[in-house]
Each structure stands twice: as structure tokens, then as C-alpha cells.
């Protein structure tokens, strides 16, 4: 069907907890960058590390990604009986004490813990930092995962969680780039329209992402800012992401649309395919496992080359060889013993 290729800009799910011959053979023709997993993907911990295996060896690469958005709170897709609940981002910033170094560190130490967690499975990249800063009013489709309220607070415990989950051998990618947080709608479900003055924006919006500039990933937002594209998302837009993204917050890593399948984006796959990619997006994401909506995509996406490909090589060589060594017992006493002192 595909003209076989090095590797595809694109990442994509499947639709279960084990691969079907269908989904095996496909990405195998595919060859997707990577791969992003879901709770309809997870059952047990043997389970998910034989989907991890079989993912891997359908493009034959022993490190391609394979993504999961593990922030805590409401958006956590590994979760009891076989992993630990973690709290929002929100939690983070809300712990008792005027000492940020403190809310920093264990910002931190929560991160590393969910990185052994996805390490242990074979999972190396997380869709975490949120650095989105809420507004008033604001959709609570950001809410309590933000980390604060303020650009100041989101940068200084956003900084710590990726640097908790790079130390233990995961990539994070920060989200949603320019900003999600003063966003009207769910993204998921319509499109966001912003309409803030692009001081504003630049002053608080884009303020976290700066600071994260040299993270190795980003995911895009399905926003509009009509400051700077009355007609596009940033996700498709060329002025978003050359002016903005590159340019004024200076991120030059890895950069990944939000995904293809939420109804904030208009037009076919193959369409929204382009348009991403076209804009600027190195890889697009597709996450439902839709084989018939994966296929236009694949079509439509080509294979992954000059800077996308350097892009994504030089993200998957920030992966640490050698994580730093935790003790697990006395680290999980030390982060559940910050939240019970609160």
C-alpha cells in the first residue's frame, strides 16, 4: 500500500491491549516515528510491556517512542491496582509553606517516580509538562492540571517535573505550545479562539515554554490566536509556529501536533496531515487506534527527513543511558509524607 520508506513523521496508537494482525502489518508498512498508548491499552504490567515489545519490533527499532500521558490527576492512563495515583499539577503548587524550592523538589521527585514507573515498561517519552497558565473564567480543560496560576509557578515546577522524568531515563514534552490556558473550549471538542493582545500572551502565555525552550518535544495547541492567525490553530499555522514557537520562545526540539482526531481541527486526515506538517510540525500525532483514519494519515504524512529527522534525533539522545539511581521505598515515603503534611 505505503512505498517503503526509513520512517514516517507520524505517531500513532492502537486499539487494544495486544496488537491485531491488521495493526502489526500495517505499522510494519508504516513505519511510524513512534507510538502513543492509552487506558484502553493497559491492563497489567506484563501485559503493557509485551505491547511495548510488539509495537518496537513492527518497525524493527529498539528505541522508537512510545509516548503515554502519565501527568497525575485526571489524566493519568496507568493507574491502581498496578500503579500508584499521582496528584494533578495543581497539588504541586499548593503544598503547604512559603518555600518554592520545596514545591520544586518534589515537583521532581514526582516525576522521577512516574518515570521509574514508564521506564519499567519500556515506556520512554511523557506528554508532561502541562505548561499551560489558567485564566479566569478559562475552560477547566486545563485547570487543576496547571501547576499554578501564575507564568512563574507553571516555569519553576514544569522545569522540575522534566527534569525529574529525564534523570529517570523518560523524555518529556512539554504542552500545550503557545498555550492553552486562556482557551474558551476543549480543544477535543470544538476550537478555542483567543483573543488576548499578543503582549499579553507574550508577558504570560508563551512565558513557561520560553524558559522550557530546550526540552527535546512539544505538542502544539489546537488554539487560535487571533493576534497572530485570525484563520488557523497554531498546530497549522506557519505564523504560530515560525514566528512564535521558533523564533519568539526559541524552542528548536522535536515538534508534535496535539491530535489529528480532535474536533478542534477541520478537513479530511489527509488534510490535516498537511496542513501540520506544511506549517511546521516535524510529526503528527493520532492517538484513537482508527485504522481508517490512521491509513490517510500515513498516506499523507511522508517519511521523517532533513531537520524533523535531526529533531528527532537529537530528542531520543537526551535519553539518559543510565537513570539516576532512586530508592524507591524511601522516595515514595518522602513524596507521600510532603501531601499528608498538607
Known amino acids: 500500500m505505503f512505498r517503503p520508506v526509513s520512517l514516517r513523521a507520524c505517531i500513532f496508537g492502537c486499539a487494544g491491549l495486544e496488537l491485531t494482525a491488521e495493526e502489526a502489518a500495517f505499522f510494519a508498512d508504516v513505519r511510524p516515528w513512534g507510538f502513543i498508548l492509552f487506558k484502553r491499552n493497559v491492563e497489567s504490567p506484563d501485559q503493557v510491556k509485551r505491547l511495548v515489545d510488539a509495537l518496537r519490533e513492527t518497525v524493527g527499532r529498539e528505541d522508537a517512542p512510545i509516548l503515554i500521558d502519565q501527568e497525575g490527576g485526571r489524566v493519568q492512563r496507568l493507574g491502581p491496582p498496578h500503579w500508584p495515583v499521582y496528584p494533578p499539577g495543581r497539588a504541586y503548587g499548593q503544598l503547604p509553606g512559603n518555600d518554592p524550592l520545596l514545591r520544586r523538589e518534589i515537583a521532581r521527585l514526582g516525576a522521577r517516580l512516574m518515570a521509574h514507573d514508564l521506564a519499567a515498561l519500556g515506556i520512554n517519552a511523557d506528554c508532561v509538562p502541562v505548561l499551560d497558565v489558567p485564566q479566569a473564567g478559562a475552560h477547566d480543560v486545563i485547570g487543576d492540571r496547571a501547576y499554578g496560576d501564575t507564568a512563574e509557578e507553571v516555569a519553576l515546577l514544569g522545569r522540575a517535573a522534566a527534569e525529574g522524568l529525564i534523570a529517570g531515563g523518560v523524555l518529556p514534552?512539554?504542552?500545550?505550545?503557545?498555550?492553552?490556558?486562556?482557551?474558551?473550549a476543549d480543544s477535543h471538542l470544538d476550537l478555542p479562539v483567543v483573543d488576548a493582545a499578543l503582549e499579553e500572551l507574550d508577558l504570560v502565555d508563551f512565558a513557561p515554554f520560553r524558559v522550557l525552550s530546550d526540552m527535546p518535544m512539544a505538542m502544539t495547541a489546537h488554539v487560535v490566536y487571533s493576534a497572530i492567525d485570525p484563520k488557523r490553530p497554531a498546530t497549522t499555522s506557519r505564523k504560530a509556529i515560525k514566528h512564535i514557537i521558533r523564533d519568539s520562545i526559541g524552542f528548536q526540539g522535536l515538534l508534535m501536533s496535539d491530535d489529528l482526531s480532535m474536533k478542534a481541527l477541520s478537513g479530511d486526515f489527509k488534510a490535516r496531515t498537511r496542513d501540520s506538517l506544511a506549517a511546521g510540525c516535524d510529526v503528527v500525532l493520532h492517538c484513537n487506534g482508527d485504522m481508517a483514519e490512521m491509513?490517510?494519515?500515513?498516506?499523507?504524512?511522508?517519511?521523517?527527513?532533513?531537520?524533523?529527522?535531526?529533531?528527532?534525533?537529537?530528542?531520543?539522545?537526551?535519553?539518559?543511558?543510565?537513570?539516576?539511581?532512586?530508592?524507591?521505598?524511601?522516595?515514595?515515603?518522602?513524596?507521600e509524607a510532603a501531601f499528608d503534611a498538607g
Do not use: Q, Y
Not at 173 to 184: E, F
Open 173 to 184: 514534552i512539554i504542552k500545550h505550545i503557545p498555550g492553552h490556558g486562556r482557551s474558551m
Open 295 to 335: 491509513a490517510p494519515i500515513a498516506e499523507a504524512c511522508g517519511k521523517l527527513s532533513g531537520k524533523a529527522r535531526r529533531r528527532a534525533e537529537a530528542a531520543l539522545a537526551r535519553l539518559a543511558k543510565r537513570p539516576e539511581p532512586l530508592d524507591l521505598a524511601e522516595a515514595r515515603a518522602r513524596f
